[in-house]
T-cell receptor, first 116, second 119 residues
Framework: AQKVTQAQTEISVVEKEDVTLDCVYE???????LFWYKQPPSGELVFLIR??????QNEISGRYSWNFQKSTSSFNFTITASQVVDSAVYFC?????????????FGAGTRLFVKA | GAVVSQHPSRVICKSGTSVKIECRSL??????MFWYRQFPKQSLMLMAT?????????EQGVEKDKFLINHASLTLSTLTVTSAHPEDSSFYIC???????????????FGPGTRLTVL
């Protein structure tokens, strides 16, 4: 069975601090996709990144970076020099193929508070 | 980028009434749409997978007679909460897969969500 664990329920940092959000996943498939989404108070999910299971290259996009480690089944997300606008709930998600298509499972989410 | 809309964004209804929520893909065709439910401060839980022209596939524990899903066209899926009760109050989010890109991975585009309050 697939599972996504985000052990950090809430994180509070001061602006300009770096913060890492952890994500550990479980799957039996060799082909799968990992995602991070941001959900601001408005509720709309904002897509941040997708990574397939065959691409372990880490990625950097501005202040965001992702560390994908298959050996530890982790896909951690780091925000560098955090800003107040980064305050939101962040979800890690796992999609794997199943009959008829894909199924996406979301982690419990990590609520990030960035204080000015 | 691809846009998914939901209507209404917010609805308040009396217990016992039925509520229909629409999910539309605005600039792409979606043979598959998904319906999620999110309780306050909780994660998204997949309720069902909606396939154009066929019956929806419901997740375990989701009552298909209570949450009716219709995916009549490549751009529209509807979720009807029948005989709604206060415990059905939640944030309902739909997502759609772009039929053109589904072969290269699970690219889902999410709607803005519908907040349902049942009094």
């Amino acid at each position: 069975a697939q599972k996504v664990t985000q052990a950090q329920t809430e994180i509070s940092v001061v602006e300009k601090e770096d913060v890492t959000l952890d994500c550990v996943y479980e799957t039996r498939d060799t082909t799968y996709y990992l995602f991070w989404y941001k959900q601001p108070p408005s509720g709309e999910l904002v897509f941040l990144i997708r990574r397939n299971s065959f691409d372990e290259q880490n990625e950097i996009s501005g202040r965001y970076s992702w560390n994908f480690q298959k050996s530890t089944s982790s896909f951690n997300f780091t925000i560098t020099a955090s800003q107040v606008v980064d305050s939101a709930v962040y979800f890690c998600a796992l999609s794997e193929a199943r009959t008829g298509g894909f199924k996406t499972i979301f982690g419990a989410g990590t609520r990030l508070f960035v204080k000015a | 980028g691809a846009v998914v809309s939901q209507h209404p964004s917010r609805v308040i209804c009396k217990s016992g009434t039925s509520v229909k929520i629409e999910c539309r893909s605005l600039d792409f065709q979606a043979t598959t749409m998904f319906w999620y439910r999110q309780f306050p401060k909780q994660s998204l839980m997949l309720m069902a997978t909606s396939n154009e022209g066929s019956k929806a596939t419901y997740e375990q524990g989701v009552e298909k007679d209570k949450f009716l899903i219709n995916h009549a066209s490549l751009t529209l899926s509807t979720l009807t909460v029948t005989s709604a009760h206060p415990e059905d109050s939640s944030f309902y989010i739909c997502s759609a897969r772009d039929s053109e890109t589904s072969g290269i991975g699970d690219t889902q585009y999410f709607g803005p969500g519908t907040r349902l309050t049942v009094l």
